[in-house]
């Protein structure tokens, strides 16, 4: 009896390292921490152009994407989860060197992540079907003057995030950088980030037992903007 116990635990003990060993492959599999957050792009040399020449309407162009990104904790294994989608459309207007006016939508049904199980929580929670889009407005204009001089100017835009037919006041934090198209056109390069709180928008984070998700996270974008 004995010697059968002793078979029994230690039977026990290589499966329970088996799934630790498991949980771990999972994670590092799911983990979005390859994914870097938004920033304006470096491999393109940086373009000038008189502050009038700012001044007008400017449009999401195509090479767009936007999407989220969410810590959560799956089995004791911290996992960062990275969502994205090219469905994103919007436009700005600049006046006297100042963004005056931006709007950006982003297609949330189109967003995916490496796990299709988790895309459809995620359309489940957000009810994607009833509400497809989620939609940032600024509220107040930024100066973006200096990226005339080819300098990438960071700075805070206030700006309200439409999810779910709830709206929010938000502070995006943009960086935003003038560069040359292939057309040879001056394009401008946006890289945006604003922390939500989930429940703000009456949005749950779920909790599966084996996987929590954060409160909070982030809506990201990495914008192309032509004239």
């Known amino acids: 009896m004995g010697r059968k116990i002793a078979v029994a635990l230690g039977v026990l003990v290589v499966l329970a390292a088996l799934g630790f060993l498991a949980t771990r492959i999972y994670a590092s599999m799911q983990t979005g921490d390859d994914v870097p957050a938004p920033a304006v792009g470096s491999s393109a040399p940086a373009a000038t152009a008189d502050v009038a020449d700012l001044d007008g309407d400017w449009t999401v162009a195509g090479g767009s994407e936007a999407g989220y990104r969410v810590d959560e904790v799956l089995s004791g294994q911290d996992v960062t989860v990275v969502g994205r989608t090219e469905e994103v459309t919007g436009s700005g207007t600049v006046a006297d060197g100042e963004l005056t006016a931006a709007t950006v939508e982003v297609d949330l049904a189109s967003i995916t992540t490496d796990e299709s199980a988790r895309d459809g929580q995620f359309q489940g ?100 903007l032509s004239r």
């Open 125 to 224: 929670i957000l009810d994607t079907r009833a509400f497809p889009t989620a939609t940032f407005r600024l509220t107040d204009p930024v100066d973006v003057a200096a990226v005339a001089d080819g300098e990438t100017v960071t700075v805070d835009a206030p700006g309200s995030m439409t999810i779910k037919d709830v709206t929010r006041d938000v502070t995006a934090g943009l960086e935003i950088r003038l560069v040359a198209g292939d057309g040879g056109d001056v394009v401008a390069e946006l890289a945006a980030t604003v922390p939500v709180t989930f429940a703000d928008y009456g949005v749950e984070a779920p909790d599966l037992g084996f996987v929590t998700v954060e409160d909070t996270g982030f809506v990201e974008a990495e914008l192309t």
